[in-house]
């Protein structure tokens, strides 16, 4: 029996030598570890390189693809972190999220998904071959070639494919935009904003993750989370070329003045917010000071109005899908801005600033905007639609 008992004992001890042997590579060390550590450490020398501006040491890393696109942008921080690796053989797949900030700009880091593709020297050393936005991920501006940057006295515009006098004369909208902005909202935000201008309305598809079908006609977004606290990255505006670049001056100025809008309420601006308000309290600042009268700004509801189709209630988030009716969208967007431009002529313009805080300050979309209607401007629902519906037929009647 005794003998037995040290046999099975010493076929333990051998079936778990058998399994250290299969977990532990060379030197007592998971091999998994080792590589992780070692690519970590690759693109760590990468990330300093591109800080450092040195050409040299990026090259020691890999491709050059991306060092020439970004030479010309301010970054404050720059750095990767190993999400996920895949090796087969003297190649490997890395997943990885960049982190990055912008000089002045970003409080806290962007982050994006990037997957780099790996090959293995001679030496048996790590190098890129290759990096590029992860499947599904949106492309950052340096993805599509390389980047322009004008700086303003209240803004940084960042282009790619564009000459530098287009983009100085945006620099110039866009210092327009931020004091046109705070004397209406305050000044209690950033008071400067990012412009990402890319080639085409390709490149701003790219740069939203999304077809191009459903910004095609759409001027300029906005990226960036709502109710997003203060030490959140800077909101990047977007501005589609093909469709900016054919406005005139008056337009394009009230668009990125609507952008700008946008970024100053951001923290205000929460899912309790309808789009009606949001967006239609960005086209009343937008449009402060443009001479533009409501049959001039509002042509869609003008004509509904004239033909006995004025709307019965407020626009709905659905309303400003970018991919429905063109007619639809543009009458939402005007019937937000004429709600918003009732409520500066009958209770006042910091009135109407209060009110888009109220609603915003509320947990849930349900009760928001009747809660703050009666709080701020002593009114319910049903009065505020009834008093804007004759205000419709009023101005535009």
Known sequence: MAGRRRASGTRVVVALCLLLVALVGCGGRPATDSARADVQSLLDRRAAAILDHDAAAYLRTGARDRFD?????????????????RRTGDTALVEAELRYRVQGYDRAPVRAARTLSLGLDAEGHWYVESERPAKGAAEQLWDQ????????????????????????????????????????????WARHIVVLVPRSLTGMAGLLGAPESSYRGIAAVTTGETGAPADAPADRIILN?????????????????????????????????????????????????????????????????????????????????????????????????????????????????????????????????????????????????????????????
């Open 241 to 397: 070329p093909d469709a900016y670049g054919v406005l005139g001056d008056t337009g394009k100025k009230v668009v990125l003045t609507h952008e700008t809008t946008h970024v100053a309420t951001r923290t205000h601006t929460t899912p309790a917010t309808p789009l009606w308000l949001s967006e239609g309290y960005a086209d009343w600042i937008g449009y402060l000071g443009s001479g533009r009268s409501p049959s001039q700004a509002a042509p869609e509801l003008r004509r509904a109005v004239s033909e006995g189709r004025a709307p019965r209630s407020l626009p709905s988030d659905a309303d400003f899908g970018f991919a429905g009716d063109a007619t639809g969208l543009a009458q939402a967007y005007e019937g937000g801005w004429m709600a918003c431009r009732m409520i500066a002529d009958r209770w006042g313009e910091v009135r109407l600033a209060e009110f888009y805080r109220a609603v915003g300050g509320h947990e849930r979309r349900a009760g928001a905007v009747e809660g703050a209607l009666q709080d701020v401007l002593g009114t319910s629902l049903e009065e505020f639609t009834g008093q804007w519906r004759e205000y419709l037929r009023t101005q535009l009647g």
């Open 69 to 85: 696109h970004l030479r010309a942008v301010p970054l404050a921080d720059w750095s990767y972190r190993l999400t996920g690796l």
């Open 145 to 188: 070639g390389e980047v322009s940057v004008v700086r303003g006295d209240d803004s940084l515009v960042l282009g790619v494919g564009q000459p530098a006098a287009r983009l100085r004369s945006y620099a110039v909208l866009a210092d327009h935009a931020v004091p046109a902005v705070s004397q209406a909202w305050g000044t209690n």
